[in-house]
Each structure stands twice: as C-alpha cells, then as structure tokens.
C-alpha cells in the first residue's frame, strides 16, 4: 500500500510542476463569489423554487410532527420526495430569517461541499493541481452556477453522492474503513435527499468500476465492501424516516417506491407532469452545466489521445476510468429514462470536471498559446450571436427593457461584452503563466452578472413577490384564491406566509394531496366559489383569463390589477 501511494505521488508531482499553479484559498474565493454573489437579487421564483421554500415554511409553523415526516405543500400531503433538503431548509428559516438568499443557503453551500470535496480528492491522490482546477471549473460552470442558487434537490443530491462516490474510491485506493464508512453515511443522506435513485446511481458506478478495472478478480474486490459498520450506519440514517412515513401514511411505500420511482423511470407516474425528451436531451445541457469550460472537452481529449498512453502507471489509470464512469453512467441512466428535466444530470458535473482538469494537467493546455483556444472559440461564438442579433432585430420579441434598454440592444451589448472579455482572458492565459486558464473565470462571472441583471428586470414575471406586496398593501385581510393552475403562482404562499385556496384545480404537485385528503377545504370546485359570499382576492393566470370571464366568474369582482403573467382579481 505504501508503495502504491508513493508511485502515485510521484506521477502527481511530475505532471503538476508544469503549467499554473493557484492556491487554495484564491479558489474559495472565487467559489464563494460564484454562489453567493446577488443570491437573493432577484424573488424566489415560480413552480419548483416556490414549492420548494413553502415546504419548509410550513413545517415550521404547523406546531404537528407529522409536517416533518410526510411533508405539506398548500396544506396537503406532498410525499414526492423524501423530506432532507425541506429540513435543512427549514434550520436555515430558524438561524437567519425567510429572506429569498436564505431560501437558496443549502443548495449554495451544497455547491461548495462539492468545491471542498474535489479540493481534498486532488490532495489524497496527490494531483492538487487537478483538484483545484476541477473545483474552478465546476462552481464557475454556468449552469452549476445557476443551480446553485435555485432551491431544488438535485445539489444537495451532488455533494452527497459526489462524497460517496469520491471516499468509495479513496477506499478502493488505500483501503482505509473511515474513507468506506464515509461514503455510506454520505449515501444514507443522498438516500433522504432524492429517494433510491442515489442508490441506484452510487451502486450502477461503483458497479462499472470495480468489473471493468478488476476483471477476474472483481468478486474478491465485492467482498470488501461488506463493513459490517458501514451498513449499520446507513440503515441508521435512512431506515427512520421510511418507517415513519408509511406508518403515518399507508400509501407511502407504494406511492414513493413504485409511483415516484419506477412509474417515473418509466414514463407510467401519476399524473404525468414530466418532460420526456429524445435520447440527447442531456447532450446540449452539458455543454451548458460547464460552459465554458466544457468547450475544451473535445480538443483536450484530441490532443491528450496519444499521450496519455506513456503514463502506464496503474493506478492512473484506473483513475482515469472512474472519472469517466463517474460522468457517463449517470448521464446514461437519465438518458435512458423516460422522465427528463434539465437539471437531473448536475450530478455528473464534479466528475466531470475532474475528468476534463486530469485531461487538461496531461495536455499542454495549462500555459502557452493553447491556454489561449478557450478564450478565441468563445469570441467567435459571441461575436457570431451578436453579429446575428444585430441583422434581425426581431429574432425573438420582447418588450422587456433591462437597464433602461429594450432586451435587444442589451444583449448586442453583453455579447460584443463577452467577445472583448473572452480574447482579453486569452491574452491574459498567454502571457501571465501563473494565471493561465484562471483568467477565463471572467466569462462565467460576466455571464451570471448579465444573468442576474436580466432576473432582476423580469422579477414580476418569473416571481411572485410584488403580486403579493401589492395584495399585501391593498386588500391584506381578505383571503386569497388561485385559479386552476398551482405551480404558476407558487412563490405566493411563501410571500403571503399562508397556504391558498385553489379553484377548480390542474395542479400536479397538489394532486395526490388533494386524493389523500378529498375532505379538505383548500380544493374548491368553481360551483363551490360561486356560492361564496365575503368578499375575496382571485388571482388567475393569463391562460386562463378568457376561460375565467366566459365562466362568469369575473362579474362579482369590482377591480383588478394586470401583472405580467396573472391578473389579480379584488
């Protein structure tokens, strides 16, 4: 064992004198600038992010213990997902307030577990320089970026698993019980994060590495995975919570291991309220989950296609195939499934990463001219789009003014923008050594200002916080109703602070909720609303406003305020 961790440090030492070299502190940095910058610049956005913030609101203030084993959505039972990432969010209401950057703590700080993670796997296997660069290029993708500031599972589902799959590994290496026993505590809480399909994901990977690098031999290789403590402590974890919730509720264990996950994979759940895409639905998102660093991907396994067969060092190898197992089976997993959604394949990006940083340290693309490519394809692309944008003016229409500009002339601007910052990153890669590729951090950091910005001027559109400011200042004691459609105006409980009133129902998310308690009084029929008579608030989307008038249910309302996407009713 020694001796293996001494031809591995070795081999790392060689190939990381070359190129730049950052330490880490300058990471962190940069990683908490990525996450955390403007976090709460912009309100907690409609569907997903406002279910997601009024779960824990209600926990905390239902005084029941059964809201924190089956959780509440709108008042009623929403057993989706299993209820970790509603917890902690709930502890981050309780230590800092309901503010919209409090909303997004978890999945931030899950992005910067992810950071720490990849920092301390590049020092246990003695290539820190593939570790940081990997920890650069992850938090600085765009579209991580993006999820790490969305409340959504699937980053707190990364971390732990990414944890799990990278101390499996730390095991596999030099067989130490702490790095196993990590990993499966890691796993018990991807488990609670996002149900069995951690399990399946941790299980398929490590599958695929030990057959494929042992061979023969990959039996013997099974067999030291059986701690018994390992298996005491995850079913320590995860065991509670299952038991309680199908004690509490007797569908449950149909309900979340057949209808959430089987009927999902399959494209069968109930109701159908998922995308189903094409095999390649993931294909583009990648590119995008890492931009820009993912447009080094295909010319960094080019130029590394002939050198990577010198170093025959075993255990560099067997690297090398877990870093792409690590990517590609999760990414064929969801692939395959019928139940698609652009974030689900986030949890592939460490790996990724790390897999494009090992490429990257093995080719030349750390200082010199090539550390300029990067920059050079990413100005013509903008430059490109821009030129586009400009020759037709009405490509897409939009009355949105950003910055006092109309969104036309604001996107020529930040895409002449990123053309100049991309072949000044690139000059900069050339001819400051140390900072090589460091520079292109710019790029990412540029295109979430314009992002944040943009989010910002469409707040009324994508949030609901100023439709429940104005409901707020103008008719504060009557109670409020949504017509037909939940999920459009989700974030109006969390800002309102109270659960509402649903007529004639389509929503999805409420629908096995509404199965579960048919008695409820949250769910009305438009029969129902018309016999009421106290005088109430009725907020309905655009695309049900004819319906909503040829029904007759306008004529009882006095007023009305037009907002971008609904119309509030009073």
Not at 22 to 29: E, H, S, Y
Not at 92 to 100: H, I, K, N, V
Not at 174 to 181: A, M, Q, S
Not at 539 to 562: G, R, S
Request: proline share 5%; net charge positive.
């Amino acid at each position: 064992m020694r001796q293996k961790q001494t031809t591995m440090q070795n081999a790392g030492l060689r190939i990381t004198q070359r190129g730049m070299q950052n330490p880490d502190w300058l990471i962190w940095l940069l990683a908490f600038i990525c996450v955390w910058a403007g976090l709460g610049a912009y309100g907690v956005l409609n569907n997903n992010e406002g279910l997601y913030a009024q779960i824990p609101r209600e926990m905390l203030n239902s005084g029941d213990i059964k809201y924190w084993i089956i959780p509440h959505l709108n008042g009623l039972p929403y057993m989706e997902k299993p209820p970790l990432l509603y917890w902690l969010t709930a502890l981050a209401f309780t230590l800092f307030g309901q503010a919209d950057w409090v909303v997004r703590l978890v999945p931030s700080l899950s992005g910067l577990a992810c950071v720490g993670l990849m920092l301390n796997f590049g020092q246990r296997i003695y290539r820190p320089q593939v570790g940081r660069l990997a920890a650069l290029m992850f938090i600085s993708g765009l579209g991580v970026m993006i999820i790490s500031r969305t409340l959504l599972f699937d980053m707190l589902l990364t971390a732990f698993l990414t944890a799990a799959l990278l101390f499996a590994y730390l095991y596999k290496l030099e067989g130490h019980k702490r790095d196993l026993r990590i990993a499966h505590v890691s796993l018990a809480f991807a488990v609670l994060t996002k149900g069995f399909v951690a399990l399946l994901l941790f299980g398929s990977v490590t599958l695929v590495w030990i057959i494929l690098v042992h061979g023969s031999s990959a039996w013997k290789q099974f067999s030291k995975w059986f701690d018994l403590v390992s298996i005491c402590l995850f079913f320590a974890i995860t065991v509670p919570w299952f038991v309680a919730a199908s004690l509490i509720e007797p569908i449950f264990l149909w309900f979340f291991f057949v209808n959430e996950h089987v009927l999902r994979f399959l494209g069968l759940r109930i109701p159908h309220d998922f995308y189903s895409g094409s095999w390649w639905y993931y294909l583009p998102r990648m590119v995008i989950y890492l931009f820009p660093w993912s447009l080094l991907l295909p010319i960094a396994l080019l130029s590394t296609w002939t050198r990577l067969s010198r170093v025959e060092i075993q255990e560099f190898t067997i690297l090398r195939k877990t870093l792409v197992f690590g990517w590609l089976v999760p990414l064929l997993f969801f692939s395959i499934s019928s139940a698609k959604a652009n974030y689900y394949v986030i949890v592939s990006m460490p790996f990724a990463a790390l897999n494009l940083a090992l490429l990257l340290e093995q080719s030349d693309f750390l200082k010199g001219k090539r550390s300029t490519i990067l920059g050079v394809v990413v100005a013509l692309l903008t430059g490109a789009a821009a030129i586009t944008l400009q020759a037709a003016p009405n490509l897409v229409s939009s009355e949105l003014v950003i910055l006092g500009l109309p969104w036309h002339d604001y996107a020529v601007i930040a895409l002449w923008s990123a053309t100049g910052l991309s072949l000044l990153a690139a000059l900069l890669a050339w001819r400051v050594p140390n900072v090589g590729l460091v520079s292109y951090i710019v790029l990412p950091l540029f295109s979430m200002g314009i992002l944040l910005v943009t989010a910002n001027a469409m707040d009324e559109s994508i949030s609901d916080r100023s439709m429940a400011a104005f409901i707020q200042q103008t008719v504060p004691n009557r109670t409020v109703y949504l017509y037909r459609n939940f999920e459009q105006n989700s974030s109006l409980p969390f800002y309102l602070k109270k659960p509402l009133n649903v007529i004639d129902s389509v929503s999805s998310d409420l629908y096995w909720g509404n199965q579960l308690r048919p008695e409820n009084t949250i769910m009305l029929s438009r029969e129902q609303f018309k016999l009421l008579k106290e005088p109430v608030v009725v907020i309905v989307p655009n695309a049900y406003l004819d319906e909503f008038a040829h029904k007759k249910m306008h004529t009882k309302f006095i007023k009305n305020k037009q907002f971008s996407h609904a119309t509030v009713f009073y």
